[in-house]
Structure formats: structure tokens, C-alpha cells
């Protein structure tokens, strides 16, 4: 029996309980205000242009669109050990699905948690040679979206696996874009979104796929993860939806950069830049690869710059969406500049599974203050309380132009009481 079948085989057959509903509208709440705060940005009106001009209405393109959107301001969700956005491809793929068909809210739920639990699955598999070439959530979220549309749509097993095979064999999407801060990483997850959903549609009326899309001779594993796990991806069967699993980001910017911004938060108080000698920064080791950029140029490349993220944190005590304009890169300039990275074993063995940092700083005289983090504001063992997340969600929608958040936000958590999907205006 395939992997494939085995996943789908174990999704179908997890319970669903309130509690898992309650959750998913949630999550999906946190991916809507994501998407529609997305509009507001100059790639989000690119990718509204082109829907305009070339996108049709068809729910393929809809899902590139909103997944494009919901993935802009690096403020949507992240699963830890799989690193993998699920939100930002499973939830668009939900709802342009919706616009041309009946569905109910707790069967949109349902379908959200599906889509979680193949992607996060399958991104834990992938192992951690793959993150350094490969943008794991345009690689596993394809699976994730297929698995949506496929609790959508209905499909039995053996149809499921056909859409989870051709989700695969779209797999794609590679770190290039960061060298030069390209939009590219938008299109990842909108085009990880359509691949899923057209699987799906296309298994629907009979589209057969490789069953052995992970682990065959000439499958993803072997094409693109030389240290695949594939005893990974049905992992203790027992736990918790992996939705459970799933961080929700509390500052707009690289995941990778939260827990050394969470250690300079706590130094921020009194904090004066000009007394300082020298800020040394211990973290694991795809953080300072993804994330070591001492001259950001760009709004993006700074959310992708721990050096930048970490002067604006302690600096400024807070990092909003304003912390990354050009005003305040030229002013952070100096201060980056101070800033070391490394590596540090112990934090590096504990990755993917807690993703921590500390960070020293030293003043003049020889005085130092340091902070250290296991694990970041937003994951499981922290999470946002309900209100925060909820007031992020306000914010996020406040910043689109929507003109009564409430109405949309009570709206999709009537879902989890078997209310209607709503319309989003996008």
C-alpha cells in the first residue's frame, strides 16, 4: 500500500470534534485577515491585476489569487517541525471551492483540518536538506490543498490518492527568489493552492495519479529530499490534529527571526543603541541561512533580516508592519551592523521541533543583558490567547479597508455552529 493511501487513509478516518472545528475557524480567521490585509500591498495588487486581465473566475485561479495574497505580509500561520504554511494554501483553496459550490461550515472545517494534516505530514517527511533549495510550502502544500478539495468534493480513497498524486508531481518552488527579495514566494503559495485543487477537481472525473508520488523510484523523496523520512509522514497516528501543531505568527516577519525577536523584546526597555558595542545572537542554523542580511534594500528582504528584525525590536520595543519601511532601515543601519550571528549546537539539535535563539548584548564598560528563547510567542507551548489572535485578525482587516472586521470575523467562526461560508470580498 502507497504512502499516499495510507496518509489519506488515516485522515479520513481521524474524529472531529468540536474543539477541532472551534480551532480550524480560527486558523481560518487568521488566514482570511492575512489575505485580505494582502490586498493593500504592491504585490497583491499585481496579482489582482493579473486576475483581472488574464485570471478568469474559475476556483483554480481564485485559489492562486487568495493563497498569493494570504502569504504577502509574513504574518500567516507556520508549522514548526514541517515548516510549512499550511494556512495559506488550504484555506484559499476552501473557499474559492465554496463560491461555486453548496457547503457547509462544518464540511469546510472538516476540509481545513484534512488539508493541515497532509501538508505538516508530509513536510515533516521531507527532511532538512530539502528546506535549503526547496520552499517546503510550495513542495508539501500542494498535498494539503488536494486533500482540501478532495474532503470537498467528496472523493473516496481511491480518488483521493489519484489527487494526491498529481498534487505532488506539481511540486515546486525554490529559494532563489531571496537573493534579489522577489515576489516570487507569493506565487508559491497561490500556485501550491491551484495545484491541489485542480488534482482534485481533475481526480473527480477520473484523472488517475502515482500512487508512489513519495517514496517511488522517481518520486519526490527521492527526487528532491536526500535525507527524506518517510516514516515521518505516519507518525504517531494517536496525536492531535497537526492544526494543533500549527504557530500563529505575532510580528510580520520571517518565522525564522521570532525567537530572537521575542529575547530583543524583552531587552527593549530602557534600551539605548548608542551604548552598545556589540549584539551576538545564537540561533540554529537554517535561521542564519535564511535569514542573515545584514543590508536589507527592500521591505521583504527586511522581514527576511534577523539583523534588521532584531535592531527594530530592541530599538523600537515592537515590530509592526511601520519597522520596515525605508525610514526606519536607514535609521537601524548603525545598529545592524553590531549585530553577530552563529550557530549554536544546542539550538540546532533541537530544530525542526523548537525553534529557539539567544541574544546578548553588550554595552559600553563591559555591561551585558541577554534573553533566550526555546521556543517563540504564537507556538503550542505559547500560543496567542484567543483575543490576541483575534485583535491581530482585527488589525490585519482594519489595514485592508474592510469597513465592519466584525461582521467577517463572526461570520467565519459561526462556521464551527454550522453557519454558511461566507463571501469574501476579494
Request: glycine fraction near 10%; charge should be negative; include cysteine.
Amino acid at each position: 500500500m502507497s504512502l499516499t493511501r495510507k496518509l489519506a487513509r488515516h485522515i479520513h478516518g481521524k474524529n472531529i470534534d468540536d474543539d477541532d472545528l472551534a480551532a480550524a475557524a480560527l486558523f481560518t480567521v487568521d488566514a482570511v485577515a492575512n489575505a485580505m490585509a494582502g490586498r493593500r500591498t504592491d504585490p497583491g495588487r499585481k496579482l489582482l491585476d493579473w486576475a483581472a486581465q488574464y485570471g478568469g473566475r474559475d476556483a483554480g485561479r481564485r485559489a492562486l489569487v487568495l493563497g498569493g495574497l494570504t502569504h504577502i505580509l509574513e504574518m500567516d500561520d507556520l508549522h514548526r517541525a514541517s515548516v510549512v504554511h499550511p494556512g495559506c494554501v488550504v484555506v484559499p483553496v476552501a473557499f474559492a471551492h465554496s463560491e461555486t459550490s453548496e457547503i457547509g461550515g462544518t464540511d469546510f472545517l472538516s476540509a481545513i483540518l484534512h488539508g493541515f494534516e497532509a501538508a505538516c505530514r508530509i513536510g515533516m517527511a521531507v527532511g532538512p536538506s530539502h528546506y535549503r533549495i526547496w520552499h517546503s510550502t510550495a513542495t508539501c502544500g500542494p498535498f494539503g490543498a488536494a486533500m482540501a478539495a478532495a474532503s470537498l468534493l467528496g472523493l473516496d480513497e481511491d480518488a483521493t490518492v489519484h489527487a494526491l498524486g498529481n498534487a505532488g508531481t506539481q511540486a515546486a518552488g525554490l529559494w532563489e527568489f531571496l537573493e534579489t527579495g522577489a515576489m516570487s514566494k507569493h506565487l508559491h503559495a497561490g500556485r501550491a493552492a491551484e495545484a491541489g485543487l485542480v488534482a482534485a477537481q481533475l481526480a473527480a472525473l477520473g484523472f488517475t495519479g502515482p500512487p508512489k508520488i513519495l517514496e517511488g523510484a522517481r518520486g519526490l523523496f527521492a527526487g528532491a529530499c536526500p535525507d527524506a523520512d518517510p516514516g515521518a509522514v505516519l507518525a504517531g497516528p494517536e496525536h492531535n490534529w497537526q492544526l494543533h501543531e500549527t504557530s500563529i505568527k505575532p510580528w510580520p516577519s520571517c518565522r525564522h527571526t521570532h525567537p530572537a525577536v521575542d529575547g530583543a523584546l524583552e531587552l527593549s526597555p530602557g534600551f539605548d543603541p548608542s551604548a552598545v558595542t556589540g549584539i551576538s545572537v545564537a540561533t540554529y542554523g537554517a535561521a542564519v541561512d535564511v535569514c542573515d542580511r545584514p543590508h536589507p534594500d527592500s521591505v521583504y528582504e527586511a522581514k527576511f533580516s534577523l539583523q534588521h528584525c532584531i535592531a527594530a525590536a530592541l530599538t523600537k520595543g515592537r515590530l509592526g508592519f511601520d519597522e520596515f519601511e525605508e525610514t526606519a532601515r536607514q535609521e537601524l543601519a548603525t545598529l545592524r551592523q553590531k549585530i553577530d550571528l552563529k550557530v549554536d549546537d544546542a539550538f540546532e539539535a533541537a530544530y525542526p521541533d523548537a525553534w529557539g535563539a539567544t541574544v546578548e548584548v553588550t554595552f559600553t564598560g563591559g555591561q551585558q543583558r541577554r534573553a533566550e528563547r526555546r521556543t517563540c510567542k504564537g507556538d503550542p507551548e505559547a500560543p496567542l490567547a484567543e483575543a490576541e489572535l483575534l485583535d491581530k485578525a482585527r488589525m490585519l482587516l482594519a489595514f485592508s479597508g474592510i469597513a465592519d472586521p466584525e461582521i467577517l470575523i463572526k461570520d467565519i467562526l459561526d462556521m464551527a455552529n454550522g453557519g454558511n461560508v461566507p463571501a469574501l470580498p476579494y
